[in-house]
C-alpha cells in the first residue's frame, strides 16, 4: 500500500535552515507530482509547494516563494523539502501528499521556529 | 489567489442523519481544459487528512458511497445520506484549477 514517512523536522532559530524529506514506497514514485502542505497549530491546511513527476516543474505558496525549494529523487523514491530563513510563522505540521489531488498524505513532520 | 470559503461549523446533526458541507470560490475553477478541481478532504482529531471526492463528485478509492459531491463553478457541496461516529472532524475543499493550490478553512462536523 501506499506509504509516505516524513522526517527531518525539529526546533530550529529564526533565519535558519532545515531540510524536511519524505520517503515514499507502495507505488511508482516517477510517476507522480507531489506535494508538501502545512498546518500551524491548530489552524487548517496551507499548501506549500508541487513538483512535477519528472521534475521539471515546481510551483510554491506566495509565503514562502523564494525561501524553500522543493525537490525530488526519482532513483531513491524521496522528496525534499529545503527551508531556509525560516520564520515564526512557518512552525506547523508538514505533510508530504502525492497525486493531483493530494490522494495520499503522510502522517508529518512537527517543526518549529523559536528562539 | 483563489479564496475557498466555508463555513467554520456544520449545523448540528444526529448521528444517522444527512449532513452537508458548503465550499465556495472566489472565482470559477473551471480549468481550461474543461475540468473543475474541486476536491474534498476529512481530517480526523490527531491525523492526516484523507481525500474523499475528487473533481466535484468522484469519490476516492476506499471511500463508502455515503459521501457525494455536487456543485459546479464557484458553488459546492459535499453530502453525507447518514453521518456515522467516524465521520468527525473537519472537512477541507481545496481547488487545484490554478497554482497555488488553496484550502478552505475547514468546517468542523457538528454532531449533537
Known amino acids: 500500500q501506499v506509504q509516505l514517512v516524513e522526517s527531518g523536522g525539529g526546533v530550529v532559530q529564526p533565519g535558519k535552515s532545515l531540510r524536511l524529506s519524505c520517503a515514499a514506497s507502495?507505488?511508482?514514485?516517477?510517476?507522480?507530482?507531489m506535494h508538501w502542505v502545512r498546518q500551524a497549530p491548530g489552524k487548517g491546511l496551507d499548501w506549500v509547494a508541487v513538483i512535477w513527476s519528472d521534475g521539471t516543474n515546481e510551483f510554491y505558496a506566495d509565503s514562502v516563494k523564494g525561501r524553500f525549494t522543493i525537490s525530488r529523487d526519482n532513483s531513491k523514491n524521496m522528496l525534499y523539502l529545503q527551508m531556509n530563513s525560516l520564520r515564526a510563522e512557518d512552525t506547523a505540521v508538514y505533510y508530504c501528499?502525492?497525486?493531483?489531488?493530494?490522494?495520499?498524505w503522510g502522517q508529518g513532520t512537527l517543526v518549529t521556529v523559536s528562539s | 489567489d483563489v479564496v475557498m470559503t466555508q463555513p467554520p461549523l456544520s449545523s448540528p446533526v444526529t448521528l444517522g442523519q444527512p449532513a452537508s458541507i458548503s465550499c465556495r470560490s472566489s472565482?470559477?475553477?473551471?480549468?481550461?481544459?474543461?475540468?473543475?478541481?474541486l476536491s474534498w478532504l476529512h481530517q480526523s482529531p490527531g491525523q492526516p487528512p484523507r481525500l474523499l471526492i475528487y473533481n466535484i463528485s468522484n469519490r476516492f478509492s476506499g471511500v463508502p458511497d455515503r459521501f457525494s459531491g455536487s456543485g459546479a463553478g464557484t458553488d459546492f457541496t459535499l453530502k453525507i445520506s447518514r453521518v456515522e461516529a467516524e465521520d468527525v472532524g473537519v472537512y477541507y475543499c481545496?481547488?487545484?484549477?490554478?497554482?497555488?493550490?488553496?484550502f478552505g478553512q475547514g468546517t468542523k462536523l457538528d454532531i449533537k
Open positions: 481545496m481547488q487545484g484549477t490554478q497554482f497555488p493550490y488553496t
Open positions: 501528499a502525492t497525486g493531483s489531488w493530494t490522494d495520499y
Open positions: 507502495g507505488f511508482t514514485f516517477s510517476r507522480y507530482g
Open positions: 472565482q470559477s475553477l473551471v480549468h481550461s481544459n474543461g475540468d473543475t478541481y
